[in-house]
């Protein structure tokens, strides 16, 4: 069932340069959100016939009652937001979509790029809590692209990073650390599930590697999304039906995670 919780700001601060972190008092949201869903934000500064933007969640903690959503400046409305303050009030809906499973045999790795990171923390604290133990690998171009990195050594994940130029972990991209990883549990024949979200080329290579291990792997597809609803049909993403028919899916409604061995890219 979707929610329209009018929140209050309760903090908002940098997350790294041209990012930030914005939580909300959402008690509602918070008990209701699942690792992988997203939300629509009402910018409140933004004329009223404005979209919502949607926001990945970066956590939902019931006890707390808070939901926290990490996002990047790129436009008008994200500029908005950032000007927005501690004590202001934000309409936020939600659940939206469908998220990651938290169950998982073996070791889950998860596979980060960017702010793509974002909904891989709230899936690392619901595996760390199920007794878990996740590896993050995360890659951008230089250590600037790595976000968050301290959140998730908070939870006690192993945390390997690659960046392009090498101003940070490997130098190169981040499917180096993930192969060395891959290799080492193939060969000790250690289970494993994968669970990836960022830019298309990485969700792609890990599709690639999920379906080439015959290992589940589980793809948050990054799509652009308007009405978050499924109205508008603007998040189109070519699935296929276990019967071998190819269907257009909306990453709204029917994502925006589906299983790597559905997807046609």
Request: charge should be neutral.
């Amino acid at each position: 069932m979707l929610i329209d919780e009018e929140t209050t700001i309760v903090s908002h601060e940098a997350a790294g340069p041209g990012y930030r972190f914005l939580v909300v008092a959402a008690p509602k949201l918070a008990a209701a959100l699942a690792p992988g869903q997203f939300v629509h934000v009402k910018v409140p500064s933004l004329e009223s016939s404005a979209l919502r933007r949607p926001f990945s969640v970066f956590d939902a903690d019931p006890a707390a009652g808070t939901v926290t959503v990490m996002y990047k400046i790129v436009g008008r409305g994200t500029a908005a937001l950032a000007r927005e303050v501690p004590g202001g009030k934000v309409m936020v809906l939600g659940p939206l979509g469908h998220g990651f499973p938290v169950a998982c045999t073996g070791t889950p790795l998860l596979v980060g790029g960017g702010y793509g990171v974002a909904p891989l923390h709230f899936l690392a604290t619901r595996l760390v809590a199920a007794g878990h133990k996740p590896i993050l690998f995360v890659g951008g171009r230089t250590k600037d692209d790595l976000l968050a990195l301290d959140r998730f050594a908070a939870l006690g994940v192993d945390v390997r990073t690659a960046t392009n130029d090498g101003s940070a972990g490997a130098k190169g991209f981040v499917t180096d650390p993930l192969d060395d990883a891959l290799i080492e549990l193939r060969q000790t024949g250690g289970a494993f599930e994968l669970f990836t979200c960022g830019p298309d080329g990485l969700l792609k290579a890990v599709a690639q590697r999920a379906v080439g291990t015959g290992r589940p792997g589980w793809i948050s597809m990054d799509r652009h999304m308007v009405c978050g609803v499924g109205g508008c049909f603007a998040c189109i993403q070519k699935i296929k039906l276990p019967n071998g028919e190819v269907y257009n899916a909306r990453c709204c409604v029917n994502g925006p995670v589906f299983a790597a061995a559905d997807i046609v890219w």
